[in-house]
């Protein structure tokens, strides 16, 4: 069965601090991985990995994937509490466009 | 640009009663459509997924019903809800093929007293 895990369910971590988000996942025919900041209602788009090894950057957030290991980790560096939020992972299953989502980590930033 | 709209925001919903949530997608054709639910604290689980008009894939046996019946219209219902139905309803679309990203409403928070 497909599914997507995430690591550590919950964060909290001081402005300034790097913050190492973690998915692991099993699906049939890896095709992609996403990622998504959810603060208060829509999940929004912040990553596609497709290629292992290649890292996705902007600003002070970096994802990158292992398609080996099976896992892609989000970083966060000189975090802000603009940052707090919940960080979704999610793959599209075998041979369909229908996603899965890990539970998420929810990330809380203090000033 | 493409948009996505979801309504309503809240609702607040007796046991018992019939339920409608409707999504529209704008600046886009034959988008792949879903919709989600999440439960506090919990990740997204998907419910019904829609590949074209009249297309409906159900994920998991429940309460609640989805219809398509516009290309870019998708409607979640129910005939009578279940307290066990309160949560957050998501709906969600992507371009398949062209690009797996998936692009969200910004949801209907749904509560059944």
């Known amino acids: 069965e497909d599914k997507v895990v995430q690591s550590p369910l919950s964060l909290v971590v001081h402005e300034g601090d790097t913050v190492t988000l973690n998915c692991s996942y099993e699906?049939?025919?890896?095709?992609?991985l996403l990622w998504y900041k959810q603060e208060k209602k829509a999940p929004t788009f912040l990553f596609m990995l497709t290629s292992s090894g290649i890292e996705k950057k902007s600003g002070r957030l970096s994802s990158i994937l292992d398609k080996k290991e099976l896992f892609s980790i989000l970083n966060i560096t000189a975090t802000q509490t603009g940052d707090s939020a919940v960080y979704l992972c999610?793959?599209?299953?075998?041979?369909?466009?229908?996603?899965?989502f890990g539970t998420g980590t929810r990330l809380k930033v203090l000033a | 640009s493409q948009t996505i709209h979801q309504w309503p925001a809240t609702l607040v919903q007796p046991v018992g009663s019939p339920l409608s949530l409707e999504c529209t997608v704008e600046g886009t054709s034959n988008p792949n459509l879903y919709w989600y639910r999440q439960a506090a604290g919990r990740g997204l689980q998907l419910l019904f997924y829609?590949?074209?008009?009249?297309?409906i894939s159900s994920e998991v046996p429940q309460n609640l019903s989805a219809s398509r019946p516009q290309d870019r219209q998708f409607i979640l219902s129910s005939k009578k809800l279940l307290l066990s139905d309160s949560g957050f309803y998501l709906c969600?679309?992507?371009?398949?093929?062209?690009?797996?990203?998936?692009?969200f409403g910004s949801g209907t928070q749904l509560s059944v007293l």
């Open positions: 999610a793959v599209p299953t075998s041979g369909t466009y229908k996603y899965i």
């Open positions: 699906v049939t025919n890896f095709r992609s």
């Open positions: 969600a679309w992507g371009r398949g093929t062209v690009d797996e990203k998936l692009f």
């Open positions: 829609s590949v074209g008009i009249g297309q």
